[in-house]
Each structure stands twice: as structure tokens, then as C-alpha cells.
């Protein structure tokens, strides 16, 4: 029977210097490397370089990238365009510490793929741009607690932290998920501020919504849940949501940090035709540069807006830094291009589709679950539409199916069975090819077992 080993072998054999690297990192860096995600069992690779759909790690190996820096990279690393407009902006000065006409035209180019956003205000990460809104819906209902799905991840911030992992003897019936904290050093008393609903789950998301109405300012949501891998919205749930939230006054946040310009230009939003009050914006809209930001109706926007009597907070040193601004201009106008999606979502589908029958033909069970080019293969002979239904997927399996795909020169997303994995427009049908072919090796190790 194979072992862990055996799926490690040429990782290990190919990896020698990110190997010895990860002995000298894991001296300076907590696990070696700059932020959790990042490692992996039995140590991760570190990068050289990158371009277009590959990176290249300090061995000198070139890996097929559908981590794509966890998603702002829809383009492909390093596109020329982009480089050429950061180039133009570097000379230009770092930081005006004051405000510049180009913030104006990102704000209008993003309007113009998602027309939600009357007003927009920039933030450096996903983090930050789910935590401001939060605040903004309190101030502008006058109400504390925020709604959440179980599963979901919304960013770093205590309130996010929340309900992102349960453990299994925290679990409750999905009406009555008390929030927990994730992960040591979040305040407990913050959970009592969440509410937890199960996404995709209409009957209970109703009547978590409904006893709690009195207490919530806002339902934050991923439009399509990443939080645990991917769950794509089934049975009208986000038209339901959108239409109980406007009868119970509640703020409704679209985190488009994930989805925003990678489902459709216009996000989730133009996908499943939703408007929310607020939608959180970062990874491509950032171009790959850290920009973030979050924007909705001119009313709740405008809680923002120094007054007498008090105002919400919303400021950082680096918001609308002007290097990240052109970064991300220039890829929402390369996106705006005719055909783009077209392409991006026929490789997407070329990828997860082929996995699927890949896998079926190895007689290897495997639920693969995508919108576009955002995608995660669970192992599991079940259909997965919830978070919940991911807990008793085979992770030994997928382990196996990534560390064998790695070896083989395919970084197949962030390392974990609960995450998720992206294509690009650069992601050539060799590409995909060879990722499927890799795949049906590990498969075929898989099935003999
Ligand atoms: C849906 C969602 N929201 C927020 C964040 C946090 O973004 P960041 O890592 O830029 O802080 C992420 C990051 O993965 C995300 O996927």
C-alpha cells in the first residue's frame, strides 16, 4: 500500500535547497514562512521568481501555479501591462500622504463593473475590507451583532475570526451554532457580537436571520462560500437573502475579496444577479499590489463622512497607495477587454471538469465543485454544497493527490483540503493537460490502494 512517502518522494527529491532553506527560515520566520497558509507537511518550497502561469522555486523547478498568490493573479504573474503602469507610477513619488485624481478613476472603473458601489474607500488587504464595513453597518443601524456562515473566512481581524473552524465538539444543530473564536488569543466576548447561519441552507439561514433581526446590523457573506473550499450558492439563496435582509433592515456585505473580478467583472454580484449594500474588495483588484477597499450605497457610505455629532472611523497610512491603484486599474481595464471571461472560464472549466473525469475514470470518488475559475476537488462520494458536508471528506487523500501533483511540477492551490484553487487567462491547454495527467497518476496510486 503506498504511503505518505511514496506521494513525497520527488517533492523531496526535486526540493533539496527549499529543504535546506526551510532549516534556516524556520529560525527567523514562525514554521519557516510569512504567513500559516503557507506551509505544508513536510515543508514548503520557497520562490524564486514568477511568470505568467508558473513559479519557479530555489531548485530551479517550474512549477504550473494555480495558487495564483491566492487569488489576485488572474492575469498570470508579472503581465506585461501591469508592470508597465507600475513601472510609470514608480518614478511619480511613493506616498502623498494626500489625495490623487487616479483613486477617482479606480473608483469609477470599479463602478462600472459593479454598479452596487456608489462610494468606495480604499484598504490595504481582505482583512481590512470586511473589518470597516462591519463598523460602518453598526453605526448606520445603530445595532451590534453581525451575521456569518459558519465556515466562512472573512480575514484576520477578531470579528472574522469567528465560526471559521468549529471543532466537532463545539458543533450544534445549524439553527442554534453558537459563534467560536478561531484559533487561541481571540476574544471570547466578541463571539457573543456573531451570529452563525449555514450557507446554502435556506430554511435555517431564514430563522437564524429572523430571531436575531432585532440584534444584527449586517449579514456578511461570501457570494460563493471559499471558506472550506468552494461552495457555489444553490436553490436562489442569495436573491432569498438579498430580499429578507431589505425586509428586516439589515446591512447585507458581499466579501468579494475572493470572487470580486475572478466569477465575472461585476463579481458574484453580475453572476448571480444580487445587489448587495456593500460589497469588500481586494486580491484582483489589486492586480496583485495590496489594495483593498469596500463600497455600497451612497447612505451607508456616507456614515463615513466627518459631521458634527460623530462619524465612523476609516483611515491607513497606505490606502490607495498609488503603485497598487495603477496595479489595479490597469488589470480592471485588461478584464474589461471583450471575450476575457469567456476565456477564463472556459480554462477553469477545462481544469475542474477534467479532474472530475480524470478521477471517475480511475474510479476514484471525488466531488469537484467550481464556478469559473475558482474551484476545490473533494474526496468523497457525496455531494458537497456546505461546509458541513465537507468534514468527512478523505484529507489523507487529497494530501496524497497534492503532494504528487507538486512533485510532478503542479501546485494545485493553497495547501489544504479546505481551501481552494484558482486558474488564470495564461493557463495554457498544455498545462492543463499535464496538470490532468499528473493527476491521473496520483489517482491511479490513489485507486490500488
Ligand atoms: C473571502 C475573503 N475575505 C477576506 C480575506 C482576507 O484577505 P487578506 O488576506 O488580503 O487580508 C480573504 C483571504 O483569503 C478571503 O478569501
Given at each position: 500500500m503506498p504511503t505518505s512517502a511514496a506521494y513525497e518522494k520527488e517533492y523531496v527529491s526535486r526540493t533539496r535547497r527549499s529543504r535546506a532553506h526551510f532549516e534556516k527560515a524556520r529560525k527567523l520566520l514562525p514554521a519557516g514562512v510569512e504567513s500559516n497558509v503557507r506551509f505544508f507537511e513536510p515543508y514548503p518550497f520557497y520562490v524564486k521568481r514568477a511568470k505568467g502561469p508558473y513559479i519557479y522555486d530555489l531548485d530551479g523547478n517550474r512549477i504550473i501555479d494555480f495558487a495564483l498568490g491566492y487569488g489576485p493573479m488572474i492575469l498570470g504573474h508579472d503581465n506585461p501591462e501591469v508592470v508597465k503602469a507600475v513601472k510609470a507610477q514608480v518614478g511619480k513619488g511613493t506616498m502623498y500622504g494626500a489625495s490623487s485624481e487616479m483613486a477617482a478613476e479606480y473608483v469609477r472603473?470599479?463602478?462600472?463593473?459593479?454598479?452596487?458601489?456608489?462610494?468606495?474607500?480604499?484598504?490595504?488587504?481582505?482583512?481590512?475590507?470586511?473589518?470597516?464595513?462591519?463598523?460602518?453597518?453598526?453605526?448606520?443601524?445603530?445595532?451590534?451583532?453581525?451575521?456569518?456562515?459558519?465556515?466562512?473566512?472573512?480575514?484576520?481581524?477578531d470579528y472574522a475570526l469567528q465560526g471559521v473552524d468549529i471543532p466537532e465538539d463545539m458543533l450544534r444543530?445549524?439553527?442554534?451554532?453558537?459563534?467560536?473564536?478561531?484559533?487561541?488569543?481571540?476574544?471570547?466576548?466578541?463571539?457573543?457580537?456573531?451570529?452563525?447561519?449555514?450557507?446554502?441552507?435556506?430554511?435555517?439561514?431564514?430563522?437564524?436571520?429572523?430571531?436575531?433581526?432585532?440584534?444584527?446590523?449586517?449579514?456578511?457573506?461570501?457570494?460563493?462560500?471559499?471558506?472550506?473550499?468552494?461552495?457555489?450558492?444553490?436553490?436562489?439563496?442569495?436573491?432569498?437573502?438579498?430580499?429578507?435582509?431589505?425586509?428586516?433592515?439589515?446591512?447585507?456585505?458581499?466579501?468579494?475579496?475572493?470572487?470580486?473580478?475572478?466569477?465575472?467583472?461585476?463579481?458574484?454580484?453580475?453572476?448571480?444577479?444580487?445587489?448587495?449594500?456593500?460589497?469588500?474588495?481586494?486580491?484582483?483588484?489589486?492586480g496583485g499590489y495590496q489594495l483593498g477597499g469596500f463600497g455600497g450605497s451612497r447612505k451607508i457610505m456616507e456614515e463615513i463622512v466627518p459631521k458634527a455629532g460623530g462619524n465612523v472611523y476609516h483611515g491607513g497610512t497606505y490606502n490607495a497607495h498609488p503603485v497598487s491603484v495603477a496595479a489595479g486599474l490597469k488589470t480592471l481595464q485588461i478584464l474589461g477587454r471583450p471575450g476575457v471571461y469567456r476565456k477564463i472560464d472556459r480554462i477553469g472549466d477545462s481544469l475542474f471538469r477534467g479532474l472530475k473525469d480524470v478521477a471517475e475514470d480511475r474510479g476514484v470518488d471525488v466531488w469537484v465543485e467550481s464556478v469559473g475559475s475558482l474551484g476545490q476537488m473533494y474526496f468523497t462520494d457525496k455531494e458537497v454544497s456546505k461546509w458541513r458536508d465537507a468534514m468527512d471528506i478523505d484529507r489523507e487523500k487529497w494530501n496524497h493527490w497534492f503532494m504528487h501533483s507538486l512533485g510532478r511540477g503542479v501546485f494545485f492551490g493553497v495547501p489544504h483540503p479546505d481551501e481552494h484553487f484558482f486558474t488564470s487567462i495564461v493557463h495554457s491547454e498544455k498545462d492543463i493537460q499535464h496538470s490532468l495527467d499528473v493527476s491521473d497518476e496520483a489517482f491511479k496510486m490513489i485507486a490500488k490502494e
Open positions: 472603473t470599479i463602478q462600472k463593473a459593479m454598479p452596487s458601489i456608489e462610494m468606495f474607500r480604499f484598504a490595504n488587504s481582505g482583512t481590512e475590507a470586511t473589518m470597516h464595513p462591519m463598523r460602518v453597518a453598526r453605526a448606520y443601524t445603530g445595532r451590534e451583532k453581525i451575521a456569518k456562515a459558519e465556515g466562512s473566512y472573512h480575514g484576520g481581524h444543530d445549524v439553527r442554534h451554532q453558537p459563534s467560536v473564536p478561531f484559533g487561541k488569543g481571540v476574544p471570547k466576548c466578541i463571539s457573543d457580537l456573531m451570529v452563525m447561519y449555514p450557507f446554502n441552507d435556506w430554511g435555517a439561514t431564514e430563522d437564524v436571520l429572523t430571531r436575531n433581526a432585532d440584534d444584527l446590523a449586517a449579514v456578511i457573506i461570501e457570494p460563493v462560500q471559499a471558506g472550506g473550499g468552494c461552495f457555489a450558492p444553490r436553490d436562489n439563496y442569495l436573491k432569498r437573502l438579498r430580499k429578507l435582509t431589505k425586509d428586516l433592515g439589515i446591512v447585507l456585505i458581499f466579501d468579494e475579496v475572493l470572487t470580486g473580478f475572478r466569477v465575472a467583472r461585476g463579481g458574484a454580484q453580475e453572476r448571480y444577479d444580487v445587489k448587495p449594500d456593500i460589497t469588500c474588495v481586494a486580491k484582483v483588484a489589486g
